[in-house]
């Protein structure tokens, strides 16, 4: 059975709204620099490659989504970001300072939620603020104003064993938020997730990120994550770990699930799925063809 | 119940062996010596000399001995050890010097919390240093590893040439027996702290001190405390030894002063009473651990629980009943042949 492709825009087509936005996002001040970044695993640079040089320039309250297949190094990007990990070379500039080592500028929500089970929830929205200092009760005030914004302000005095995984990541995303970061790293956040609540926590992080002034670097494997979420999506490949493009998002905000059918969003998701998996036709890798079973009828 | 059932199993063992005549009971007690010269009356001897020497009797028409089968002395049936439970505190000393058993089991159980305060004092910091920071562990770690293989009884001797002959030696003795493994086990229960925990609080503005204090320690501590609790019970195996050196104190010198005096009812009471204060203060330290950490969840009691039970796929059940005749529904044939033509196979239902 053969069936004709839809006739799909060209991503690049973008509505006067959408260019208009993105000329307004690049005359903003650039919050994070990346400037050839690159890393290499193993002794003297000569081990296996994570990602080629690399450089992107992230202007304030942007939404960058990397995206790629496993093993493209867009975690090891995150976390050298982040400071967790030593680059090969090139530098990382918050503001316009060099950064080096983990800081409370570059707030982090990982994907496996990574809370204290030692502290309630509402303390583990206050550790930030009591590691930079501020008073118990300053801090206390402003922990249940960030869990009043994240939705969990009745579950304060909970302990995080007792919360499903959606909310323990909205703790996590209150947590980092509560320091005020100039950049929120999200590495894979709803990885873990089951797929309703995954969309759940998507329409939250956008409601989230309307309200409070922060930048967002996201990593995703899911394209239509990314394209729901992102104004511009890094598009990473493998062997060696690289950027292959950066799109500009074609679909207007604010976003709505709707969306998801529209003829950019078809585009685009059709655009990333051949930087990823090749473009269309291409064989499919086929199984050695072993069988172990019989049946009356054979599945197609 | 099968908490109840793990105390009655093993008791109603020994009740059978005490109080059953013909299990075991290797000895007879002579009730009337009859014609055997060396008899005596309450005397407890071999069954075989028994009934050797009670058929030389009656080969040289002399009277026959009689008797009925006792075990031991040594082995105390289950009634008298209850009674020497009660028993054993109320009864005086014989010598006006020696302790009353309560004194020493207070005694033993003061010992041995000198011991293990002291060791914990030193240990469990130095635990948590050498699990945070390499360089603690490459410090110390060796050495403590080569020390720990040194027995602690071995240096009872010293510890008495240098801290005297009373409790010093003894609260050593447990000192070394417990810092050394203290030292290990904590420092490996830190390094299992989860390193995401450590990132997390990294990228939030922990650093240095405070990441220790408010992150490794706290992630540690719950599993810090179950150390803490198990290797309080090796103290107690470390408390009979310590307790021989020097001058005999405490519940050890109970028990071999009772067994001096053939009192096995008692000597049993005493060891039952080390097993009970132990249970009693692991039960008490357990039930603490939900009051100051209640963020912890119950912990794994076992690894298989029952109710992930195993059942045999249904396939299996099908294939054994088309393999009786040809008559079955079509899929179960299909697995049958299936078997059939190729032994082991995975056979599925579609």
């Known amino acids: 059975m053969s069936f004709a492709p839809l006739k799909l825009p060209d991503y690049h087509e973008q509505s006067p709204e959408v260019a208009a936005r993105f000329r307004r996002i690049r005359e903003r001040p650039v919050v994070l620099k990346v400037r050839d970044l690159h890393k290499t695993f193993g002794a003297n640079g000569s081990g296996h490659i994570a990602f080629e040089k690399m450089s992107l320039d992230v202007h304030r309250r942007e939404f960058i989504c990397i995206i790629g297949p496993s093993g493209c190094g867009k975690s090891t990007f995150i976390r050298i970001v982040a400071g967790l990990e030593d680059a090969s070379g090139g530098e990382i500039l918050i503001d316009g300072h060099p ?3 983990p800081g409370p500028d570059r707030g982090m929500v990982f994907q496996g939620y990574t809370l204290f089970p030692w502290r309630t929830v509402k303390h583990n929205v206050m550790f930030g603020l009591e590691m930079r200092g501020k008073d118990s009760s300053t801090a206390d005030v402003e922990a249940r104003q960030w869990l009043d914004m994240v939705g969990l302000g009745k579950f304060e005095n909970a302990y995080p064993h007792e919360l499903s995984g959606g909310m323990k990541q909205r703790v996590a995303i209150a947590r980092a938020l509560a320091n005020e970061p100039r950049i929120l790293l999200m ?15 998507q329409s939250y992080l956008m409601q989230i990120w309307k309200k409070v002034e922060v930048t967002v670097l996201f990593i995703t494997h899911d394209l239509e994550e990314a394209c729901y979420l992102a104004d511009r999506i890094v598009v990473m490949g493998v062997n060696p770990g690289r950027v292959l493009e950066v799109i500009e998002n074609p679909m207007p905000r604010p976003r709505s699930t709707e969306q998801l ?33 019989e049946a009356g009828d054979e599945v197609e | 119940m099968l908490v109840v059932l793990s105390f009655v199993l093993p008791l109603a063992v020994w009740a059978i062996v005490s109080y ?3 299990i075991w009971h290797p000895l007879v007690h002579v009730t009337d010596p009859g014609g055997v010269d060396y008899f005596m009356t309450g005397m407890d001897v071999d069954r075989a000399v028994f009934a050797k020497e009670a058929a030389n009797a009656a080969k040289a028409g002399l009277k026959l001995p009689q ?6 002395l040594y082995f105390q049936p289950p009634h008298a050890v209850a009674k020497a439970f009660y028993t054993a505190f109320t009864t005086p000393p014989r010598l006006p010097t020696e302790p009353w058993l309560h004194e020493s089991l207070g005694h033993s159980i003061r010992t041995i919390m000198w011991g293990f305060i002291a060791s914990s004092i030193f240990g469990v910091p130095l635990g948590i240093l050498c699990g945070t920071y390499r360089f ?34 003894k609260i050593a003795i447990i000192f070394i027996g417990t810092f050394f493994q203290q030292v290990l086990v904590i420092a490996n229960t830190v390094r299992k702290v989860d390193p995401a925990l450590i990132e997390a609080a990294e990228t939030l503005g922990a650093r240095g001190w405070r990441l220790l204090t408010q992150v490794v320690v706290p992630a540690a501590i719950t599993d810090i405390y179950t150390d803490m609790r198990i290797l309080l019970g090796w103290a107690w195996t470390y408390l009979i030894v310590a307790e021989v050196v020097g001058t005999m104190s405490g519940i050890t010198y109970f028990i071999n002063q009772q067994a001096r005096y053939r009192h096995f009812d008692n000597v049993y009471a005493a060891i039952g009473m080390i097993g009970i204060i132990g249970l009693a203060c692991d039960m008490m330290l357990a039930w603490l651990a939900t009051v100051i950490f209640p963020w912890k969840r119950r912990t794994r009691k076992a690894v298989l629980t029952p109710h992930r039970k195993y059942t045999a ?38």
């Open chain 2, 136 to 169: 603690f562990a490459k410090l110390q770690e060796p050495f403590v590893e080569f020390f720990r293989y040194l027995p602690a009884p071995a240096f009872g001797a010293l510890c008495v040439a240098i801290l005297g002959i009373d409790d010093a030696p």
């Open chain 1, 261 to 293: 059918l529209s003829p950019e969003f078809l585009a685009l998701k059709h655009r990333l799925d051949e930087l990823i998996h090749g473009p269309a036709g291409t064989e499919e890798e086929k199984l050695p063809v072993i069988k172990l079973t």
């Open chain 2, 20 to 22: 059953v005549p013909w």
């Open chain 1, 187 to 201: 590495d894979e956040p709803f990885g873990a997730l089951d797929a309703l609540t995954r969309c759940k926590m």
């Open chain 1, 99 to 101: 950064v080096s080592g």
């Open chain 2, 67 to 72: 008797g009925y089968r006792v075990n031991p």
């Open chain 2, 313 to 350: 796929p249904e396939s299996a059940a099908m294939v054994e009943k088309s393999s009786e005749g040809p008559g079955a529904s079509s899929s179960a044939t299909s697995a049958a042949n299936l078997v059939g033509e190729s032994g082991g196979a995975i056979a599925r239902e579609a």
